[in-house]
Structure formats: structure tokens, C-alpha cells
């Protein structure tokens, strides 16, 4: 940036935090490190201003992602089968995932191009998965209450 678009920069910025309330400043401090210098500077200077204490900034919280070994049980054409599919699993307490879900829902043509929907499980739910989606579905649901 050159100087005189920092100086530019600096003013806007300094009429934007004189109109924040407090507590709009003290959630940006607590992200001050995603900020550019000149909007740090024109922050720290808006709390002196105020007579406002620095706000530590929030820890950053990394998060590790679980790779998981995951297995197709089913593939569907149409997003309602693979949805219902899925139901029944939760419902059993098996956790599941859809793949290709979304681009199915774009385009439902693209389904036998891309092989459907995937239901996918954990490995080690794939056996109690298969004995669930075997189960043959009632023809008839008894009542809840045969009182009525």
C-alpha cells in the first residue's frame, strides 16, 4: 500500500471504530492478529482514545481432523432413498455419511456418472449396518395407543 492509500485507509478506518460501541471493538481486538497493521494501530488507538484496557486476543484453537477408514454400504440413485437409508442407521444409533450428496442435488443427472449416492459407516459398524438394512419394513405400524 503506499502512503497515501494507508493514510486513506487510516481514516476510514478511524471514523468506522469511532462509531463502534465498546463491546464491537473489544470482539475485533480479540482478532487483532487477522487485521492489517494500519487497522491495529487505528484500533489501539481508538482504546487509548477511550481510555479502554487492551482485550487479549482469543486463543486460536487448532482443531486435528479425524481421518476415518470408511466403507460404502449402499449406493442410491435418488437423494430421498439415500436420505431415508441414513435415517434407519441414526436412528439405530450407527452414524453415517452421504457422498456425492451435494452433487447429486445440483444436478441428479450427474448420479450414474459420478455412482450415486454413498452411504458410508465406521468399518467397525459395517456388519451391524447390513443386518439393520436387511431388516424387512413392517407392512402395517402398530397403534401407539389401542385405547383410541
Do not use: C, H
Not at 83 to 100: H, K, N, P, W, Y
Not at 120 to 132: H, P
Amino acid at each position: 500500500m503506499s502512503e497515501i492509500d494507508s493514510e486513506q485507509e487510516r481514516r476510514r478506518l478511524s471514523a468506522l471504530y469511532s462509531q463502534m460501541a465498546e463491546g464491537e471493538l473489544q470482539e475485533i481486538a480479540t482478532e487483532a492478529s487477522t487485521l492489517t497493521e494500519v487497522a491495529q494501530r487505528v484500533l489501539s488507538d481508538e482504546f487509548q482514545r477511550r481510555g479502554m484496557e487492551p482485550v487479549a486476543e482469543a486463543p486460536k484453537v487448532r482443531r486435528e481432523f479425524e481421518f476415518q477408514d470408511l466403507v460404502t454400504i449402499r449406493q442410491f440413485r435418488d437423494l430421498p432413498e439415500a436420505i431415508l437409508a441414513r435415517g434407519v442407521l441414526e436412528s439405530a444409533g450407527i452414524e453415517t455419511f452421504l457422498a456425492d450428496d451435494n452433487i447429486v442435488r445440483m444436478d441428479w443427472f450427474i448420479s450414474n456418472l459420478v455412482g450415486g449416492i454413498k452411504l458410508k459407516v465406521r468399518k467397525e459398524d459395517l456388519e451391524a449396518a447390513n443386518e439393520v438394512l436387511q431388516e424387512p419394513v413392517p407392512g402395517e405400524l402398530p397403534p401407539e395407543n389401542s385405547d383410541l
